[in-house]
């Protein structure tokens, strides 16, 4: 018997599932549109080109290639050009003209061409006028010359200055280290223009290491002054762990002669860093406390508004983080994306624009950009050195305040040109304490620092540095400039220890003061908070006169 083969199944599927399908994708497709238009990020449809990379190492080789090319075109380009203008010449004149050529030849047949118009007169005008076009000609490409030779010079000049890192160390304004440029330092001076109009409360982050460098003055004097002095001021120390107990006390009991002030431990330290156990300050005890300080004020002014708390300080010095814990406290309601609200990372410019976080319907937070505000000592110094006759002096002092800004954390790695006066400052400030510098050298692992010319320890500890971390360039020669970058990150990660002490010489208060920190505080329920909180040892506030430090 012959099998017979089996009917072959038809491929076309019902029209039901093909308009199924159709609709499902026209569904994706609405969809995708949609989320696109509400995307605020510009995306270009054009494919940027990525360059070549800056680690690449034949990257000088490739760019003189390049330029090189660019040259050589732009030569057989302007020889074809001339060539096509003697070509017309020659048509255009008569056989008995003499043609202009390039070089000595072509100079002393143009001067013949020149005495036979004098001695002919018109008896030869179509050689009178092409001797007359060539004079012409070759005035127009020396005046040319000369004016692209100009240009290239403002060009340079104009170059150097925008790429002048110093530029942008203008004290007398506030700057922004994250972005360079004019518009972009009047953009992030505009945001916090609005959230000092905007907010009730200020909450000025300092870094507990170095609070008076990360503080200004001149911004306080100004939220005081702001709104007939309606707003408040707050002082946070943060990154308390970084520091030991004693020095957060004494710069507790020195800030609160202005202003209240409140340690807090906004997030958790890097991975090896060396923190300092401060037993019921813990994360979740100060976020806690300045929560409850900011509802109590809230509560009190029954406002029909919610109460909006802005948040300023230099770059890095963890107002986001501030932000996190805040939310982190609402509890069981709060979801992760809650207490994750703004985004933080570990190198300045994190935070580009001012973003709104709200707490409950009582209370709003604001955060900003960093900014590097106006600092009186450092504006003085700028103005001193900025006489005509101390050039030298003036960019001294210039390099001088890049290096405090880079220890700040507030300026980010890409934007650092040269970390090596960075390290030299911080080496001088730990040579004050020995602790701190034998402690330095033990986290490298370096012997005793031998001064080298002109007393320089820096360039000796960078190259212990350099042969310990296997910062080496070729041939094995340490790259000082990669183990500067690498003790700058240390420090900025709490992995070598340094902090300063508060003024010995701290300026009597006056009676307003007094009166305005006593005002605040009650406003706040600062007192007793601590007691409240879980009582923190070591820490106890009396906004009414002097603060008192419990052992």
């Not at 003790?487 to 992995?495: E, K, L, P, Q, Y």
């Amino acid at each position: 018997m012959v099998n017979k083969p089996g009917r072959p199944k038809s491929k076309r599927t019902p029209v039901r599932l093909r308009h199924k399908i159709e609709k499902a994708s026209a569904a994706k497709q609405r969809k995708t549109r949609k989320l696109a238009k509400k995307n605020p990020e510009w995306r270009s449809r054009l494919k940027k080109d990525p360059g070549i990379p800056n680690l690449f190492p034949y990257k000088d080789k490739i760019l003189q290639q390049i330029e090189e090319k660019k040259r050589l075109k732009e030569e057989e380009a302007l020889k074809r050009r001339d060539e096509a203008k003697t070509t017309r010449a020659v048509s255009a004149g008569t056989n008995d003209a003499p043609v202009a050529v390039d070089g000595e030849d072509g100079d002393h047949l143009l001067d013949e061409t020149m005495t036979d118009e004098e001695d002919a007169g018109s008896s030869n005008p179509m050689a009178a006028l092409l001797a007359s076009a060539k004079a012409q000609a070759v005035e127009y490409e020396e005046a040319s010359e000369d004016d692209n030779d100009d240009d290239d010079d403002d060009t340079m000049q104009l170059d150097a200055t925008d790429r002048d890192p110093d530029r942008d160390l203008d004290l007398g304004a506030s700057t922004t280290f994250s972005q360079p440029h004019d518009s972009s330092r009047r953009s992030f001076d505009k945001v916090y223009k609005t959230v000092l109009s905007s907010s009730d409360i200020i909450l000025y982050v300092l870094d507990a290491r170095d609070p008076n460098g990360t503080r200004s003055q001149e911004v306080e004097r100004e939220i005081t002054a702001a709104d007939s002095g309606s707003k408040r001021l707050i002082l946070i120390l943060n990154k308390i762990d970084l520091v030991p107990p004693p020095i957060v006390q004494s710069w507790l009991k020195y800030l609160r002669r202005y202003f209240p002030t409140l340690p807090l431990r906004a997030s958790t330290p890097a991975s090896n860093a060396r923190t300092f156990d401060h037993k019921s300050l813990t994360v979740k005890g100060t976020s806690e406390t300045l929560l409850r300080a900011l509802k109590t004020y809230a509560h009190g002014k029954q406002l029909k508004r919610s109460t909006t708390v802005g948040i300023i300080g230099y770059p890095n010095v963890g107002k986001s983080s501030v932000i996190n814990a805040l939310t982190s406290c609402l509890g069981g309601g709060a979801t992760r994306s809650q207490s994750h609200a703004c985004p933080v990372g570990a190198e300045a410019g994190v935070t580009t624009a001012l973003r709104e976080v709200k707490l409950d319907n009582k209370l709003k937070l604001l955060d900003s950009p960093g900014i590097v505000f106006p600092a009186e000592a450092a504006a003085s110094k700028l103005s001193e050195a900025a006489k005509p006759s101390t050039g030298e002096n003036r960019r001294l002092a210039k390099r001088d305040d890049h290096a405090r800004l880079i220890l700040l954390n507030a300026i980010p790695p890409k934007q650092i040109t040269d970390p090596v006066p960075a390290v030299t400052l911080l080496l001088d400030r730990l040579a004050d304490s020995k602790d701190l510098m034998d402690a330095m050298l033990a986290v490298y692992g370096v012997p005793p620092l031998v001064a080298g010319v002109n007393g320089d320890v820096t360039t000796d500890f960078l190259v212990h540095v350099a042969r310990k971390r296997g910062r080496l360039g070729k041939g094995g020669v340490p790259n000082l400039v990669a183990a500067a970058m690498t003790v700058i990150t240390d420090w900025r990660d709490g992995r070598t220890q340094g902090w300063t002490q508060p003024p010995a010489d701290a300026e009597e208060r006056t009676n307003d003061q007094k009166m305005v920190v006593r005002e605040w505080a009650k406003e706040f329920k600062l007192e007793g908070l601590w007691e409240r909180a879980g009582g923190a040892q070591g820490v106890e506030i009396n906004f009414g006169g002097d603060d008192v430090m419990r052992e």
